[in-house]
């Protein structure tokens, strides 16, 4: 069955660095992949979408790359802020396109000390 | 801010009651989607709908029904509650036939089941 993986562990880093969150998936050939970030307590907030012939897409401080080759995709959040403190979400659509109909990784917690 | 509200906020019930979640869909979205988030976990999708008609579904029994009325707006309905329906339930709209359809997420419903 398809399946998301994104790093259990939590990310600890230093305000100013860049943070590198990582997202395997297996057994699916994705159109597109989206990133999400969650706050506690609150629903996921759509940060960005890669469609699978862009191999790297940016927005602000963000980076998503999309290698569908090693089935993995980074997302880099530079110069990194203690308001950037979140849980962050990769996602996959189940359907043949872009279906809204997502799949999920447990995202990866990640915690910028100032 | 999305514009995707959701009630109630927070929800006890026992086992075996059944219960009904409320959403209302952001301003011109046609399509509401809902998800179940288990505690550490990612959201897992329950089932779409679109045009008042369900659009698909995931691994969820029957117990989990929906609806989705001519003002696009949604009920979730749980018959016969176990424990492990705990969760954060998500609403998300978006508007199918758009080619990079994010989803815009509500705050959720926490359910506490006893």
């Known amino acids: 069955s398809q399946k998301i993986e994104q790093n259990s562990e939590a990310l600890n880093i230093q305000e100013g660095k860049t943070a590198t969150l990582t997202c395997n998936y297996t057994n699916y050939s994705p159109a597109y992949l989206q990133w999400y970030r969650q706050d506690p307590g609150r629903g996921p907030v759509f940060l960005l979408l890669i469609r699978e012939n862009e191999k790297e897409k940016r927005k602000e401080r963000l980076k998503v790359t999309f290698d569908t080759t090693l089935k993995q995709s980074l997302f880099h959040i530079t110069a990194s802020q203690p308001a950037d403190s979140a849980t962050y979400l990769c996602a996959l659509d189940r359907g043949s396109g872009n279906t809204g109909k997502l799949i999920f990784g447990q995202g990866t917690t990640l915690q910028v000390k100032p | ?114």
């Open chain 2, 1 to 114: 801010e999305t514009g995707v509200t959701q009630s109630p906020t927070h929800l006890i019930k026992t086992r075996g009651q059944q219960v009904t979640l409320r959403c209302s869909s952001q301003s011109g979205h046609n399509t509401v989607s809902w998800y179940q988030q288990a505690l550490g976990q990612g959201p897992q999708f329950i089932f779409q709908y679109y045009r008042e008609e369900e659009n698909g579904r995931g691994n969820f029994p029957p117990r989990f029904s929906g609806l989705q009325f001519p003002n696009y707006s949604s009920e979730l309905n749980v018959n016969a509650l176990e424990l492990d329906d705990s969760a954060l339930y998500l609403c998300a709209s978006s508007l199918q036939g758009r080619n990079d359809e994010k989803l815009f997420f509500g705050s959720g419903t926490q359910l506490s089941v006893l």
